[in-house]
């Protein structure tokens, strides 16, 4: 199969480096300094499971017209999703006009990328996907180190026929890279679930420079986190996905037994990144007021930590 990853990061290129070493065709597209030093240096990729080091087929966004769309299967999205209405429109235009077009696979954090990218690609071609148990860090520019199980969640967000089997296709090809894929019908909860487990460390984590499973486990911000699930829980009602309060309680325990990881927006702030502050915590607070309510947990965190990181950029 072919595939274009866009967003060599860490899950764009722990993707793109799996799929590779199953033999499929892939091309990744990056930007800036990484993409100038992939374009002449290796990649270097561990997890516990393997080592893969090799120079990659790197391009930038805008060489995407030299590509023949007919030829591909699938995109990956794996950018912050700061970029996703940017990243959708260039795409809209390299599709314009062409009978075949790939399906186009979001792997980014939040839950509103999937309706971003229906402002652009048609909807039958869009699958929303988030990745699990897996933690993936950039440690050095070209040098990247994964760690945990690796569980990929997709589902197309106006299925057909012809988008089940596509799926059906993928899944065979993702579990045979030492993978394990699940497809549902209803992406939309998995998403919103993956986010309640988001408000409820990523922010901290990074505000406090901790990790999940200390927090999460400790008497003194157990009680934090469980409070910022539950907002996100609440949240959900306001787009009709409707997260109960016995589901959160039954994530919040599932949680304590997960493997400690350091958040992306700890990752990020470590690196001078911005933060997917509205994409997490900014859902939640504009969903709960919808409904009439405050999400007053995770407003105080999301702004300390806004307040803390600025004041940090300005000092460097």
Request: glycine share 6%.
């Amino acid at each position: 199969m072919n595939f274009i990853i866009i967003g060599a990061g860490g899950v764009g290129s722990f993707y793109g480096v799996k799929l590779l070493m199953q033999g499929h065709n892939v091309k990744f597209v990056a930007r800036g300094e990484n993409l100038n030093y992939l374009k002449n240096n290796k990649l270097k990729l561990t997890h516990p499971d393997f080592i893969f080091e090799d120079y990659l087929d790197v391009i930038s966004i805008n060489e995407l017209k030299s590509i023949d769309v007919n030829s591909i299967d699938a995109v990956f999205i794996a950018t912050k999703s700061m970029s996703t209405n940017e990243v959708s429109e260039k795409l809209s235009l390299w599709i314009k006009n062409e009978n075949k077009i790939p399906y186009f696979i979001s792997l980014q954090n939040g839950v509103e990328n999937e309706d971003k990218m229906a402002n652009y690609l048609p909807k039958e071609f869009i699958i929303g996907g988030l990745t699990r148990l897996i933690a993936v860090h950039i440690i050095k520019q070209g040098f990247v180190e994964a760690v945990g199980e690796v569980q990929t969640i997709l589902g197309s967000i106006k299925p057909t026929k012809h988008s089940q089997e596509f799926l059906e296709k993928l899944k065979i090809e993702l579990d045979n890279a030492n993978t394990t894929t699940i497809l549902t019908n209803n992406i939309k909860l998995e998403l919103w679930k993956k986010l309640i487990i988001n408000n409820g460390v990523n922010a901290i984590c990074a505000l406090l420079e901790e990790k999940s499973g200390t927090l999460i486990n400790k008497d003194e911000t157990s009680n934090l986190v469980y409070n910022l699930m539950k907002e996100a829980g609440q949240a959900s009602h306001a787009v009709k996905v409707n997260i109960s309060e016995s589901d959160v309680d039954e994530m919040f325990e599932l949680m304590k037994e997960f493997e400690s990881i350091v958040p992306s927006m700890w990752v990020d702030k470590k690196n001078n990144r911005d933060l997917e502050l509205d994409d997490i915590c900014g859902v939640v607070i504009r969903n709960c007021e919808k409904q009439g309510l405050d999400a007053p947990y995770t407003r105080t965190i999301a702004t300390v930590l806004h307040f803390q990181y600025n004041k940090l950029r300005l000092k460097k």
